[in-house]
């Protein structure tokens, strides 16, 4: 029955959730910036300059634009000289580049280089994975790259939209959630009890995360603002976000990815067992599936705090080389360090939940069914 459900259910999620997403776009400022693909042609002149006693390298280039109404056109830019650059930023003829177009005071056109274009260099690194990831699992690798596909798509279409909306961000990420879940799992890893048990599983280790990361959010007295992107988010928008629910709903998108990988290998672990040995009870599944389950943990909590230290690197470099001399207790106190805590907390937790939730779930479905 739960299979010949599954797959309406899915497209239906994705179908319910598409129109929620649409917004009503803004009207186009009068000035608006416009950004272009180009390439380095040549580099006419390059080194330093003094501004206002300060050495500032720059480089006088001259590029071809390769896109838009000005493909074909070529120009020379000052690159370093209006907005400041490092060494690093300098270009190479050849180099393909963004360039953005902007309007001065006396309403000429300033063309400014902001960055590299890196998507042709990323391009076939993606083929290249999309191809190990089949050769390795075949058709239910492609169900996992079409279920990452729907991830950001529900993620781009739905959650950032209806935040932007004004809606609940937590509300609204753990909707999110379920649509990822109903169908990253089942493209993954098919349609079948096992993975229905899996899925429970996560829904509800899930649900526990989310509590537990109001209760942490709440007595820590964070706001959401903690980091700088969500300091310059808040500058830069018209519309109302609640940005403590906008971290929770981080959260739980963060933990969702790690408590899919628990669920499915433990309730694979379990139905392995039960079909090991059919005479196993329930007590002796439950068993044997948290011994598999506290392995599993141990590496993945290891994971998690890898994945968020990596990701906050330069916090860590502002605790060891300290440059302020702040007390090692008002640094650690602070929101953007607090909030890490928080989040590796939050998912840790909720992985521990998930073992003898999933464990105890798929045993007593087995022993259940056994004696029917």
């Known amino acids: ?21 649409r917004l009503q776009a803004q009207d186009s400022l009068s000035f608006q910036d416009t950004y272009y693909k180009a390439r380095v042609e040549q580099i ?20 071809e634009i390769l896109d838009g109404n000005l493909r074909g056109k070529e120009f020379t830019i000052d690159h370093g000289t209006i907005f400041s ?14 360039v953005v177009r902007t309007t001065g005071p006396d309403l000429s056109p300033i063309f400014q280089i902001i960055d590299s274009y890196r998507l042709p260099t990323l391009l076939p690194f993606l ?6 990831v089949v050769l390795l699992s075949g058709w239910r690798g492609i169900g996992s790259m079409i279920g990452m596909a729907v991830s950001v798509i529900v993620i781009v279409q739905f959650i950032v939209p209806q935040i932007l909306a004004g809606n609940d961000p937590l509300i609204i990420s753990i909707a999110g959630s379920m649509c990822i879940m109903l169908t990253t799992i089942y493209l993954a890893h098919g349609f079948s009890l096992q993975t229905s048990i899996a899925l429970v599983s996560t829904l509800l280790t899930l649900l526990f995360t989310g509590g537990l990361s109001v209760l942490l959010v709440k007595a820590t007295h964070l706001t959401g603002l903690g980091s700088e992107d969500a300091y310059s988010l808040k500058l830069g928008l018209t519309t109302i976000v609640n940005f403590k629910g906008l971290l929770l709903g981080g959260i ?93 907390l939050s998912g840790s937790f909720g992985l521990i939940a998930a073992v003898p939730l999933t464990t105890a779930i798929a045993a007593w479905h087995l022993t259940r069914r056994a004696h029917k």
């Not at 029955?1 to 997403?21: A, D, E, H, K």
């Open 252 to 344: 739980l998108i963060g933990a969702l990815g790690v408590l899919d990988d628990v669920t499915t290998g433990l309730t694979a672990s379990v139905f392995e067992l039960k079909r090991a040995n059919a005479n196993l009870s329930f007590s002796e599944l439950f068993s044997a599936g948290l011994r598999v389950g506290r392995e599993h943990v141990s590496s993945l909590v290891n994971t998690l705090v890898l994945a968020y230290a990596g990701a906050s690197l330069p916090i860590f470099i502002i605790l060891i080389t300290n440059p302020n001399n702040y007390p090692l207790w008002s640094i650690i106190n602070s929101e953007t360090i607090t909030e890490e805590i928080v989040r590796t």
């Open 44 to 63: 006419i002149e390059e080194g330093s300059k003094d501004a206002n006693g300060v050495t500032v390298p720059y480089q006088i280039v001259h590029i």
């Open 85 to 98: 650059i490092d060494k690093d930023k300098f270009v190479k003829p050849g180099q393909p580049v963004v």
């Open 127 to 132: 083929i290249a994975f999309a191809v190990a």
């Open 1 to 21: 029955m739960l299979r010949r459900f599954s797959l309406p259910i899915v497209f239906f999620m994705v179908l319910l959730l598409t129109p929620l997403s």
